[in-house]
């Protein structure tokens, strides 16, 4: 037996189908799942179209925390649809105001060793406690609770060693900008970054999750972190040390790449717009006035850094032309600071203390004044996310934040702060656990529970194979680095209509071209052309069903991100790659196209594209495998797992 890396362990552990190959198709047990809302009731809505009584993975969560703002019915309907299915199937519910799903999920649930599935990108939050955590479609994990095996190409696994010790106002989002400015948005594509050296003995567990959270941004598959003493005493404070398992990897582990940063070298960082690896030293950007400063998200919403936040803003102000919002991670982590005598200190400094949501993270209110600056603890600054288009959002860690919202300008913490602020910082020795999840009900009477449904909850449409010879417009061509916030935008607006595929459908790349909507109505459906990175981001599957529904056949790229790839195949449009990247410039939009896939050419990976407005044609290359050809052949994945459960 080799020497394994942590990856590896738990892969193994897992392993139902395949072999841990690199690049081979694995199929895992998946031991967890969580869902949130805004991806949560198409998922619901699959899983019950599976048609089994109840969910059948060890634990399964739905967490109300993205679609809290109620203006009108729809997103409490969607809120009771949740809690209903969710007493239905035997699924823990945590009601809106509960906190954010990833902070609630490392605070009572994540386990180490343990896998989790969940339909948000930034599932890996838990890699902070040493659990493979991965964000996957709202299909793939409907199918996880019913206890189908995850498919994924076995990623490669690379060593991130941290070495030496961080510097005062330093902290573990500076570390992961360090990481990105390094290797960029698409660096961590088909990969799982594990974390290695004595550097990590200065980061706690919410530090690390802050890391792994934001590995999400590098496109990496998960990140992962051991677990030792100090997850240990993470566990215990939340009162479940009987989880805790030490996980390390074994000597000698072989990494297929190793990348070393020294936390002694890192500075103050931040990310300027509109992407999170544009990233620059606080000193080189340091004076721009700031309208607006938000603490939160699954990032950075810890009780650590909330402490950090409140005892900075200890008999300080908020600067007068700032507002600053904060957004706690958890009830558990309000009622510390209470309890403390901490959460004064916001209140006093003329912070506006909100919900524990996400809230301005997804553009759910919130949003900066017109070309404002708004400096923010969160880990997307995509153009248009916060709700205000011409807005500019960085992206930096608390203490930077608090330091931009006392000067009312991009500041430095270390020119702003004495150091022995830091020093006089105590965690408590028990966490404040306050459990407002529902819980599961015994299978006889939860099989009496009526599902209330609203009527903004739609049902899924049903959609029929599409592949052979696919004749069609190029209806856009967009460049590199396009998410799925480009793609399908979210926002305080358009986020309510997650149920309601027809509505959200007129949304398909509204940001960036109003007339999206209307050109794929008017002809019937087409063609997507991009560059590089196609689809970073969310998991939305709605980046793919809306396409979808408006009659998208394939997109055409020079590369893909891993979850919206997934997402593409189980509603069955085909993702196509440019075989020679430079054929990108010879296609424009309004270009009508043929492509010829058919199950041989699929299964060949020989697929011609001819331009036929312009006489001449293109190879397309694909990396799908046998069974994702198979959904797509047959129409999407729920066709495909019909056939296999046979309903
Ligand atoms: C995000 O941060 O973009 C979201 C909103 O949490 C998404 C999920 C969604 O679009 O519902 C994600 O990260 O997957
Ligand atoms: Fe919520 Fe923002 Fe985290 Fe997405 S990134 S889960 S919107 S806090």
Same mark, same amino acid.
């Given at each position: 037996m080799h020497p394994k890396t942590i990856s590896e362990k738990i892969l193994q552990a897992h392993l139902i189908d395949g072999k841990l190959e690199k690049g081979s198709e694995i199929g895992l047990k998946i031991d967890q799942t969580l869902t949130q809302d805004a991806t949560g009731t198409i998922a619901y809505l699959q899983f019950e179209s599976i048609g089994i009584d109840r969910v059948r993975n060890e634990l399964a969560v739905s967490y109300v925390d993205h679609n809290t703002l109620q203006d009108d019915f729809k997103n409490p309907d969607d809120h009771r649809f949740l809690r209903t299915i969710a007493e239905r199937y035997g699924i823990y519910f945590s009601p809106p105001g509960n906190g954010i799903c990833h902070q609630l999920h490392l605070e009572r649930f994540a386990v180490p060793g343990k896998t989790l599935l969940g339909s948000d990108s930034h599932t890996p939050t838990a890699g902070g406690i040493g659990m493979l955590a991965i964000g996957a479609g709202g299909l793939d994990v409907a199918c996880a609770m019913a206890n189908e095996p995850f498919y994924l190409k076995m990623p490669e696994i690379t060593e991130v060693n941290l070495s030496g010790n961080l510097i005062p106002f330093v902290s573990a989002k500076d570390v992961i900008l360090e990481i990105l400015r390094t290797i960029t948005v698409s660096g961590g594509v088909g990969k799982i970054l594990e974390y290695s050296g004595d550097g990590i003995a200065n980061l706690d567990v919410p530090g690390r999750a802050t890391i792994t959270n934001m590995g999400t941004e590098t496109g990496a598959t998960t990140s992962i972190f051991l677990s030792d003493e100090i997850t240990r005493n993470f566990m215990e404070m939340q009162n479940r040390v009987s989880d805790w398992k030490n996980l390390n990897a074994d000597n000698n582990a072989y990494y297929d790449e190793k990348l070393v940063i020294n936390l002694l070298e890192i500075e103050p960082n931040i990310a300027s717009p509109h992407g999170p690896d544009n990233v620059k030293k606080v000193r080189d950007v340091q004076g721009i006035n700031v309208e607006q400063v938000v603490i939160g998200s699954c990032t950075n919403s810890s009780l650590r850094d909330l402490k950090v936040v409140a005892n900075l803003l200890k008999d300080r102000k908020v600067s007068k032309d700032v507002d600053l919002i904060i957004a706690p991670g958890s009830r558990s982590v309000v009622e510390a600071l209470i309890e403390s005598g901490e959460y004064s200190y916001f209140i006093r400094a003329g912070a506006r203390v909100i919900e524990n949501v996400c809230g301005p993270c997804i553009g759910m209110g919130y949003a900066p004044p017109s070309e404002g600056v708004s400096i923010r603890t969160i880990n997307r600054n995509f153009p248009g996310r916060s709700g205000t288009k011409d807005a500019k959002v960085y992206i930096s860690g608390p203490e930077t934040a608090v330091a931009c919202a006392i000067t009312g300008k991009i500041s430095d913490p270390r020119d702003v702060f004495a150091q022995k602020i830091l020093k006089c910082l105590k965690m408590p020795k028990s966490f404040p656990v306050i459990n407002n999840f529902i819980n599961p009900i015994p299978v006889e009477t939860a099989k009496n529970t009526i599902i209330i449904r609203g009527p903004n909850i739609k049902p899924l449409p049903k959609f029929e194979p599409q592949t052979g010879k696919m004749m069609g417009e190029i209806l856009i061509k967009v460049s590199d680095n396009i998410s799925t916030d480009h793609i399908m935008p979210a926002g305080a607006k358009i986020l309510p209509l997650r149920s309601n595929i027809p509505e959200i459908s007129k949304y398909v790349f509204n940001s960036i071209d109003a007339q999206f909507y209307q050109r794929a109505t008017e002809k019937k459906g087409g063609f997507i052309v991009g560059g590089e990175n196609y689809g970073q981001g969310s998991s939305r599957e709605h980046a793919a069903i809306a396409p979808r529904y408006l009659g998208i056949k394939a997109v055409i790229v020079k590369s893909f991100a891993r979850i919206h790839t997934a997402n593409l195949i189980n509603f069955g449009i085909l993702p196509l790659m440019f075989?020679?990247?430079? #054929?990108? #410039?010879?296609i424009e939009q309004g270009d009508i196209i043929e492509i010829s896939a058919g199950i041989d050419e699929l299964r060949n990976n020989n697929v011609i594209m001819k331009i036929l407005s312009k006489n001449f044609e293109i190879g397309l290359k694909h990396n799908l495998s046998g069974k994702d050809i198979e959904i797509i052949v047959g129409g999407g994945k729920l066709n495909f797992i019909a056939e296999r459960l046979k309903w």
């Open positions: 075989e020679n990247k430079s #054929d990108y #410039d010879r």
